[in-house]
């Protein structure tokens, strides 16, 4: 199994705090060892995930043919739709990064 990273996830991630970094790197262990069995669904698809992390919000991808999750994004409540729709109409394109 591997976690793979987009470019847009790994400039949000610079920009977090020690603190947050932390969390969000404890969580991503979290989501590779229980693959596909933590974070909520979202739009009704089973592969497109978000778990929350304190004030932020981890979006990612499950592709179980290829065994690997996709970190795709991270948001704060206020911008959780708006990275939720571009999420959506970008999914096509995450498929470069498999």
């Known amino acids: 199994m ?13 920009k977090l705090s020690k603190f947050s970094k932390f969390k969000v790197k404890s969580t991503i262990k979290r989501i590779k060892h229980k693959f596909g069995k933590i974070g909520k669904p979202l739009a009704g698809l089973k592969f497109f995930r978000e778990v929350r992390i304190n004030e932020k919000r981890l979006y990612f991808l499950i592709y179980n043919t290829n065994l690997i999750i ?24 995450y498929k470069k990064y498999l």
């Open 2 to 14: 591997e976690v793979c990273y987009t470019l847009e996830f790994e400039k949000q991630y610079k």
């Open 70 to 93: 996709l970190i795709v994004a991270i948001s704060n409540k206020k911008t959780q739709q708006a990275t939720i729709n571009k999420i959506l109409n970008e999914l096509k394109n």
